[in-house]
């Protein structure tokens, strides 16, 4: 398993295919904006909904703080577009089905399900500046407040 980046390192790069087909990189998100780059383990599932809904629900304050959204999963686009679809979500969603950006961001690896060890996406959080450097790296969030509490740790009203 990959190290666990922290607020310093360089945020690995990457270039994947969002809901609608089209191709995002980090350097195509970093302009002379900061991204929020976030990690879900799967489209539709109810906890993934609340937090894309919540990301949903405050993205305009989130732009109007100079900050992009970014959600990660290893869902195929063609489910991503169901997902962005049915709630209405307006950001990339990005598709990861091999699971190697999650590995070098070290979001996917053994977690608890259910009292279960399972491997898979580590729900995690990454804020990453117009320099390509992590501000902030969040590992194993809960994806109900989450926002809230990011927001309040950056300073967004």
Request: hydrophobic share 40%.
């Amino acid at each position: 398993m990959t190290e666990r980046l922290h607020e310093g390192d360089r945020a690995p790069g990457f270039t994947l295919t969002d809901q609608d087909g089209a191709t995002v990189s980090l350097d195509d998100a970093a302009d002379d904006r900061r991204t929020i780059l976030y990690f879900y383990p799967a489209a539709g599932t109810p906890g993934c909904t609340t937090q894309a809904c919540d990301f949903r629900d405050n993205l305009a304050s989130l732009q109007g703080a100079g900050l992009r959204v970014l959600g990660v999963s290893p869902d195929e686009p063609d489910r991503l577009a169901e997902f962005a679809r049915a709630e209405s979500l307006t950001f990339p969603l990005l598709s990861d089905p091999d699971h190697a950006v999650h590995e070098r961001y070290a979001a996917w690896g053994p977690k608890q399900v259910n009292g279960a060890e399972v491997v898979g996406t580590i729900r995690s959080t990454f804020v990453i500046g117009a320099d390509g450097v992590v501000e902030q790296a969040m590992y194993g969030v809960q994806a109900t407040g989450h926002v809230r509490e990011l927001r309040e740790l950056l300073g967004v009203g």
